[in-house]
């Protein structure tokens, strides 16, 4: 079978992450032949993002990719696939793959019933929509599930796009994207809502306040996991605990639900790593339990 780089590829979906990979294919020599997109905001996108990118029916782009790319809501994917099929696009040797990290193979079996190779190809990154998502796709790790026959095929690719592959069992997939879930997305709550307070303290710049500060807790969490966390909870300071409520409920009323699910999250932590002494994180606990159950009261 020929190289990965010389079947044409076709992408389902102009959206942030259909439309990132279509130019990093293009700058990794790779030919995108067509592109579906839906909406006007879908065609602006793939119009500003792959100039010069034909914008085709689904069927389409289908038919004339050797590689098929299918980046539509993960919901949708299976559905599409269905279409596709019944439509006769798919054929032997076709490779056609997702993005979702939530989903596996299962989502592509109308594919596979047609003889296709399905992929299921994750690239850990975030991509809120932004002209330089594409910058972000090298380097990172894709995780990875295929049958054993097209595990070769699947690799060349990632490495092609300048990726790192991981291997997800099918049945390990949906743990590993809520893990990421976890670890990545839960990051924009907590940081969203410590900007929103600083500015309520008057701090003209709150992400450069912040910033080297979450940096730094990040890349400590990363390297040693619960042993990084300092602050009250840590210290089982319950004084300081107290007096932050007390004035979020003055001044920052809507932010006091975020500081006490997040600080029973770290105090559960706290528990379970055993970093404190066990009777007095138990204060700590009983005190945020209680505010927590005074606010679900009082909506
Ligand atoms: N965004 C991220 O950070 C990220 C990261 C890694 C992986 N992913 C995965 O990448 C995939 C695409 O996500 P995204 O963030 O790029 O989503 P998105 O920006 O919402 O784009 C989804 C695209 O799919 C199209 N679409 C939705 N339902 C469709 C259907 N039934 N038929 C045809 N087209 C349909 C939409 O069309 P219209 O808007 O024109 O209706 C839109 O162009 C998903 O599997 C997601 O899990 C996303």
Request: aromatic residues 4%.
């Amino acid at each position: 079978m020929p190289p990965m780089r010389e079947h044409p590829v076709g992408i389902i979906g102009a959206g942030r992450v259909g439309t990132a990979l279509g130019r990093v294919l293009i700058r990794s020599g790779y030919h995108v032949t067509g592109i579906a997109a839906r909406s006007a905001g879908s065609r602006d996108r793939a119009a500003r993002m792959l100039p010069g990118t034909p914008i085709l029916e689904p069927a389409e782009v289908a038919r004339s990719s050797g590689i098929l790319v299918v980046s539509v809501a993960d919901d949708a994917i299976e559905r599409v696939c269905a279409g596709l099929a019944v439509a006769g696009c798919f054929r032997a040797g076709h490779h056609v793959l997702h993005l979702s990290g939530a989903r596996g193979l299962a989502v592509l079996r109308p594919a596979a019933e047609a003889g296709a190779m399905p992929l299921a190809i994750h690239p850990a990154m975030t991509f809120p929509g932004l002209d330089t998502d594409a910058d972000r796709l090298a380097g990172l790790a894709y995780a990875i599930t295929t049958r054993p026959a097209e595990r070769p095929r699947a690799e060349e690719f990632v490495v092609d796009l300048g990726g790192v592959p991981i291997w997800i069992a099918e049945e390990d997939r949906t743990l590993y994207h809520a893990a990421l879930v976890l670890g990545a997305n839960n990051l924009i709550a907590p940081t969203a809502s410590a900007m929103e307070a600083l500015a309520a303290a008057g701090v003209p710049d709150p992400g450069f306040v912040l910033a080297p500060l979450a940096r730094a807790s990040l890349e400590n969490a990363l390297r040693t996991g619960d042993e990084a966390l300092t602050g009250p909870v840590r210290r089982a300071d319950t004084g300081t605990i107290d007096a932050h409520l007390r004035v979020l409920r003055e001044r920052a009323p809507d932010l006091v639900p975020a500081y006490l699910q997040f600080g029973l999250v770290t105090a559960d932590r706290a528990r379970r790593a055993a970093l404190t002494d066990a009777d007095r994180l138990a204060r700590v606990i009983a005190v945020l339990r209680h505010e927590a159950a005074e606010v679900h009261q009082d909506p």
